[in-house]
C-alpha cells in the first residue's frame, strides 16, 4: 500500500499538476460525505467548489512556475510545459500580468464586487470570503454539522441552553431566573435574505414608477424594518396603497407600513421575521442600560425591546395610569407579570402596594405569598387579591378615600405631589405608591355594579396621580362598551396587543395597526400621539413561583397598608 500511495503521489506532484495535486484527496474526502450523508450538508455547493479546485489546480502550477522555475515539486510537469508555452508566447512579463489579471479576475466573480459594495467596505469581503472562498471553514462546517447529526440519531435532542446568573441589585439579592443564552437574532437574518428583500421592494416600487434614493433594514427581535428614502415628489400615499403588493411579493404573513416614520424623511416597512427571538425579563433586568435608563424613575417599568433592540422603559409615574387591551392569548398575562415583577425588583415593600383585582380568580393567585409586605388591604379581608364582585365596589371607594386623605395631607404639608411630601417628610412620615391592577376590566363592566365602577374609576384616573395611585387596567375584549370615551380620555398611555381587527384596534389607539401585529408579546404602545411597536418581555411562570416563594420567605416585617372600609 505504501508502494502505491509513492506511485501515486509521484504522478500526481511530479508529473501532475505539483502542489495543486492535494487538493484532490480533499475533493474525494467531501464527494464521500456528500454521498454518505445522502446530499444533507454543502450540497447546492458542491459544483462551486469543484471550480474553485479546477481553477487553482490551473493557476497555481503556472504561478509557482513563474517565481520557481527549478522546484519541481511546486509546478509539476503540467507547470512546467504550460508555463514554457505561454513564456514564449508573452515573455515573463507578459505571463506576469496575465496571471496577476486571471487571479484579480476570478476575485471579483467569486467575491461578487462591485462598486456599492466596495464602498461598504471590509466586513462584506470578510463575509464573502467565508461563504465562497473559504473552503477550509467550509469542511470543517461540514465535519461539525455530520457529528452533530450523528448524535441526533444516537441520542435525544437535549433542552434549550440555559444560564444562570444571580440579578444585580442594590436592594436585595434576588433569585436566580432562567434565560435564554442564544439571543443572537441578529443573525435570524443573513445578509443575503437582506439584500434579497431589498432588491425586491425596490423592483416592486420601480414597477409603479415610485423612485427611491435608498433603502436601510434594522433587524428587531420580531419584526426587520426597512427604511425607504423616496425622491423628491413621491407621494407617500402611493406607498401606503402598496401595502398587499409588497406583503405578496415578500411572502409575509403581514406587513405594517410606518408613512411616514417621525421624525425621519423616510416610509418604514415592518415585515415580521422567520425566526423570532424571545426577550427575556431576566436579561432586561441584568443589563446596565436597563440600569441607566430606570435608576431616576419613581415607578420604572420595562414594556421590552424596540426594533433598534434598546430596552424601552417607562415611568408609571408619569403615565400615569395605563390601559392594556388585545385578543386572547396575546401576551397580556404575562405583560402584567413581567410589569409586576419589575416593579418588585426596583421599589422596597415600604416604598410601593398593590392592590390585585383578577375577577377571572387565577391568572394573579400566584401574587397571594408577598400580600403581608407588598399589598394594601382592608380591614379583616380574607383574600388579599380581590376576585368577587361585589367586593370591587368596597375596594375602589375605600381606595377613593385613601386618595382624599392623601390630599389632605399634602394641603397642611403645603406640597404638590407625593414625591414633595416624602422628601419634606421623610424620616417621619412616609406615603408609598398605591398601583391598581385590574386583570380583565370587561368583567367588571358587565356587571349590576358597572355604573358605580366606572365612576370610581373616571375619579381615581382624574385625581390620583398627583397623591401616588396609579392605575393599570387590562382587558381582552376592547370594545367601546367596555372601554368608553371617559376612561380613554383619562389614559393616555396605552398597550395594544394583537386584535382581530381595525376597529377594535381603533378603539384602543384611536389608529389601525394593533390588527396586523403577530402575537406573543408583540405590541404598540401609545402615549400622546406617539406609537411605538415593541416586543414585550417573556418571563416564566416558574420563575415568577421562585420570586414569590423568596418574598414569602423572606418578609423580615409586616408592611402592609390598611385602607378606610367606608360603608
Not at 2 to 25: D, M, R, T, V, W
Not at 329 to 341: D, E, F, R, T, Y
Not at 350 to 370: A, C, G, R
Not at 387 to 400: A, P
Request: hydrophobic share 45%; net charge positive; proline share 4%.
Amino acid at each position: 500500500m505504501e508502494k502505491i500511495g509513492a506511485i501515486l503521489s509521484h504522478y500526481f506532484i511530479y508529473c501532475g499538476i505539483g502542489i495543486s495535486a492535494f487538493f484532490f484527496p480533499l475533493l474525494l474526502f467531501l464527494t464521500g460525505f456528500i454521498i454518505l450523508l445522502e446530499g444533507r450538508f454543502l450540497r447546492n455547493k458542491y459544483q462551486s467548489i469543484i471550480w474553485k479546485f479546477l481553477f487553482l489546480s490551473i493557476w497555481i502550477p503556472i504561478t509557482f512556475y513563474l517565481i520557481f522555475p527549478e522546484n519541481g515539486i511546486l509546478s509539476g510537469i503540467f507547470g512546467f510545459e504550460i508555463g514554457n508555452f505561454l513564456i514564449s508566447l508573452f515573455g515573463k512579463v507578459g505571463l506576469g500580468f496575465l496571471v496577476l489579471t486571471s487571479i484579480i479576475l476570478y476575485s471579483i466573480i467569486i467575491f461578487r464586487i462591485t462598486t456599492p459594495k466596495l464602498k461598504n467596505g471590509i466586513k462584506k469581503k470578510i463575509k464573502y470570503v467565508h461563504e465562497d472562498m473559504g473552503w477550509i471553514i467550509q469542511l470543517w462546517e461540514l465535519l461539525k454539522n455530520f457529528f452533530n447529526y450523528r448524535k441526533k440519531d444516537l441520542s435525544i435532542d437535549p433542552p434549550p441552553f440555559f444560564e444562570e446568573k444571580k440579578i444585580k441589585s442594590s436592594i436585595i439579592n434576588f433569585p436566580i431566573l432562567s434565560s435564554s443564552k442564544n439571543e443572537d437574532f441578529l443573525l435570524s437574518l443573513s445578509g443575503e435574505d437582506l439584500e434579497n428583500n431589498k432588491k425586491k421592494i425596490i423592483h416592486l416600487l420601480n414597477y409603479y414608477k415610485i423612485t427611491v434614493d435608498k433603502i436601510k433594514a434594522t433587524i428587531g427581535p420580531t419584526i426587520t424594518l426597512y427604511e425607504i428614502f423616496p425622491q423628491v415628489g413621491v407621494r407617500i400615499s402611493k406607498i401606503k396603497n402598496l401595502e398587499k403588493e409588497i406583503a405578496l411579493n415578500l411572502s409575509a404573513l403581514s406587513i405594517r407600513i410606518i408613512a411616514p416614520i417621525p421624525g425621519k424623511g423616510s416610509v418604514g416597512i415592518e415585515i415580521p421575521n422567520n425566526k423570532r427571538s424571545l426577550v427575556y425579563m431576566k436579561n432586561i433586568l441584568d443589563s446596565e442600560e436597563s440600569f441607566k435608563k430606570s435608576h431616576k424613575m419613581e415607578l420604572p417599568i420595562s414594556l421590552g425591546k424596540t426594533v433598534f433592540n434598546e430596552i424601552f422603559m417607562i415611568d408609571l409615574a408619569k403615565m400615569p395610569h395605563l390601559l392594556i387591551a388585545g385578543s386572547t392569548g396575546q401576551g397580556k398575562s404575562v405583560g402584567l407579570n413581567a410589569m409586576i415583577v419589575f416593579l418588585l425588583y426596583k421599589k422596597k415593600p415600604e416604598n410601593l402596594k398593590f392592590i390585585l383585582i383578577d375577577p377571572k380568580k387565577v391568572e394573579l393567585s400566584i401574587y397571594k405569598k408577598i400580600s403581608k409586605s407588598y399589598f394594601a388591604l382592608l380591614p379583616n379581608s380574607i383574600n388579599p387579591i380581590i376576585t368577587n364582585i361585589h367586593e370591587v365596589r368596597d375596594i375602589l371607594n375605600s381606595l377613593c378615600k385613601e386618595m382624599d386623605n392623601r390630599y389632605s395631607l399634602l394641603e397642611r404639608a403645603m406640597v404638590r405631589n407625593i414625591q414633595e411630601y416624602n422628601g419634606k417628610y421623610e424620616k417621619k412620615y412616609h406615603i408609598p405608591y398605591i398601583i391598581l391592577i385590574i386583570d380583565e376590566f370587561a368583567d367588571l363592566s358587565l356587571s349590576f355594579k358597572k355604573k358605580q365602577i366606572e365612576i370610581y374609576i373616571t375619579r381615581l384616573a382624574q385625581l390620583a396621580r398627583a397623591v401616588g395611585i396609579h392605575l393599570i387596567i387590562a382587558t381582552q375584549r376592547p370594545s367601546v362598551d367596555v372601554i368608553t370615551g371617559l376612561i380613554k380620555s383619562n389614559f393616555t398611555a396605552r398597550i395594544a396587543f394583537r386584535v382581530s381587527s381595525k376597529i377594535d384596534s381603533i378603539t384602543i389607539l384611536d389608529c389601525t395597526g394593533a390588527e396586523q401585529l403577530i402575537g406573543k408579546g408583540d405590541l404598540l404602545f401609545s402615549n400622546k400621539n406617539e406609537l411605538i411597536r415593541l416586543q414585550g418581555p417573556f418571563i416564566d411562570l416558574s420563575d415568577i413561583q421562585k420570586i414569590v416563594d423568596f418574598y414569602g420567605r423572606n418578609t423580615f416585617q409586616k408592611t402592609d397598608i390598611f385602607l378606610t372600609r367606608t360603608g
